[in-house]
């Protein structure tokens, strides 16, 4: 509490009353409590250490994103529940309620609006991308082990490069592209080892990573005006309706009447609506802690952190769901994540010396 503020009150006349002495007439005027102490709020993490608020920060980054891998695999493959669509796009359906609250009322980032027709389309446009790309993860974990997915899915920055070049004929650095030899030598030696290696579960998450290039490729094309770009969070605002809206017919096509079929399976076994609601939630809980990290740290300590989650989560599924490993598999997926670790030295060297 700041000491209080001093006031002398001055008489009218101050010689009629020359005995008095200032401190005979000093008022205390507390001073004017902070809107938080008024209204008794206190910004979350404001009793935190930075350090130790940008640890949990962290830490919840890894649980949300390896949780959400782990019950994933759980409902489509264990549990039964082989709805990857309609599991989607309730993923969806939940990053649009909770983005909503979370902006329009927890006022976590400015709200923004889309101001034209042609942005809406070019949203639109990766709003398809992101859908196929999550659509592709998801079905994957049908088939393939999540140590497995995580280890393909570390290749996204090689098809970034391949994606960048194409389409915007960007050219990076020798060193960089040498960086990536070793990114799909590892995924070689992992594929060539997987006990439980299944085709059509690696042809859709090679989609999936390839997708998740091709979307932060294209959204650097298409939000370069500066009016028209987004916060992440408000992009995942407009998104997320979207994708659902999206998902809602290839879902009933593809899947039947699920909606139908879950409430049914619900009667008999209320376990699979805290499942379903509890792995809605850690998706939404995935995007916000991707821009709390990158709000407390940088862009590339979250780059670091998903080579890191990647491992992390391998060896959890592996403990897990005792899915088999062999040194091969091992040793590939290792010298994946070497090959990313010197991608993203050689890249963040070739911007040093670029500027």
């Not at 329009?104 to 101001?115: C, R, S």
């Not at 989609?207 to 298409?222: C, E, H, M």
Request: charged share 10%; with cysteine.
């Amino acid at each position: 509490m700041e000491e209080a503020q001093k006031w002398t009150r001055r008489m009218s006349n101050p010689r009629l009353d020359t005995a008095a002495t200032a401190d005979d007439h000093v008022l205390d005027i507390p001073t004017t409590p902070t809107a938080e102490v008024r209204n008794g709020i206190y910004t979350f993490g404001s009793h935190l250490t930075p350090n130790l608020l940008t640890a949990l920060i962290i830490a919840s980054w890894f649980m949300s994103n390896t949780g959400v891998l782990l019950l994933n695999k759980y409902l489509l493959s264990f549990y039964g529940y082989r709805y990857p669509i309609f599991l989607t796009m309730l993923h969806m359906l939940s990053c649009a309620s909770y983005s909503y609250i979370a902006i329009n009322f927890l006022e976590i980032v400015p709200k923004q609006h889309i101001l034209s027709k042609k942005q809406f389309f070019k949203i639109f446009a990766l709003c398809a991308i992101f859908c196929f790309s999550v659509v592709c993860g998801n079905t994957s974990l049908r088939y393939i082990p999540v140590s497995f997915n995580q280890a393909i899915g570390a290749t996204t920055p090689f098809f970034t490069a391949i994606f960048a070049f194409i389409i915007t004929c960007k050219k990076e650095s020798v060193k960089v592209y040498f960086a990536l030899l070793p990114v799909v030598f590892g995924i070689v030696l992992a594929t060539n080892s997987e006990p439980l290696f299944n085709l059509f579960g690696f042809l859709v998450c090679i989609g999936s990573t390839a997708g998740r290039a091709l979307k932060s490729v294209v959204q650097g094309i298409l939000l370069t005006n500066e009016a028209e770009k987004l916060h992440s969070m408000n992009l995942l605002l407009y998104i997320a309706p979207m994708a659902a809206l999206i998902l809602l017919p290839f879902s009933l096509y593809n899947e039947g009447n699920v909606a139908r079929i879950t409430l049914e399976k619900a009667r008999t076994d209320s376990f699979i609506i805290l499942l379903l609601i509890g792995n809605a939630t850690v998706a939404y809980l995935v995007n916000l802690t991707n821009f709390l990290v990158t709000k407390h740290t940088s862009a590339l300590t979250l780059q670091v952190l998903g080579n890191a989650k990647a491992a992390l989560a391998a060896f959890v599924s592996v403990m897990v769901f005792r899915n088999p490993v062999t040194m091969t598999g091992v040793t590939g997926f290792a010298v994946t994540i070497m090959g990313i670790v010197l991608y993203s030295e050689a890249k963040k060297r070739s911007k040093i010396t670029t500027y």
